[in-house]
C-alpha cells in the first residue's frame, strides 16, 4: 500500500488546513487509518485515528476538539480537518496504515505497516 500526503503549507494561528492521504491499494476498509506527527527533535506522536471497524475514531488530547479525521473507502482517501490551529502543531505529518489495529494499539508506531513521506505543516504565530 502506498500512502501519498498532500494539503500541508504555513497558516497563521487560528486558522484552519486539511490533509488528504491517498492510498494506492483498495484495501482501505481493513486497516486502521492514522495521522502522526514529528516536531524537529521530538519523537513522532498519534494525532487521531480513523479505527478499521465500526467507524469509531481517536484523538490525542492536544487536538481533541480541533481536528476531525474523516475516511472514504470508496475513494481510497483519509482527510485530517485541522481548525484552530496553534503554533505548536508546526510539524510534519504523516499517514498510516495498518491492518486490524484496535483502538487499545492505535497510539503505537509499530503498529503500521505503511507509512506516507510526509507533508509539512508551519502554523505562524
Known amino acids: 500500500v502506498q500512502l501519498v500526503e498532500s494539503g500541508g503549507g504555513l497558516v497563521q494561528a487560528g486558522g484552519s488546513l486539511r490533509l488528504s492521504c491517498a492510498a494506492s491499494a483498495r484495501t482501505l476498509s481493513t486497516n486502521t487509518m492514522s495521522w502522526f506527527r514529528q516536531s524537529p527533535g521530538k519523537e513522532r506522536e498519534f494525532v487521531a485515528a480513523?479505527?478499521?471497524?465500526?467507524?469509531?475514531?481517536v484523538y490525542a488530547d492536544s487536538v481533541r476538539g480541533r481536528f476531525t479525521i474523516s475516511r472514504d473507502n470508496a475513494k481510497n482517501t483519509v482527510d485530517l480537518q485541522m481548525d484552530g490551529l496553534k503554533p505548536d502543531d508546526t510539524a510534519v505529518y504523516y499517514c498510516a496504515a495498518g491492518p486490524s489495529i484496535g483502538s487499545v494499539q492505535v497510539k503505537i508506531l509499530r503498529s503500521y505497516n505503511f507509512w506516507g513521506q510526509g507533508t509539512h505543516v508551519t502554523v505562524s504565530s
Open positions: 480513523s479505527i478499521w471497524r465500526g467507524g469509531s475514531t
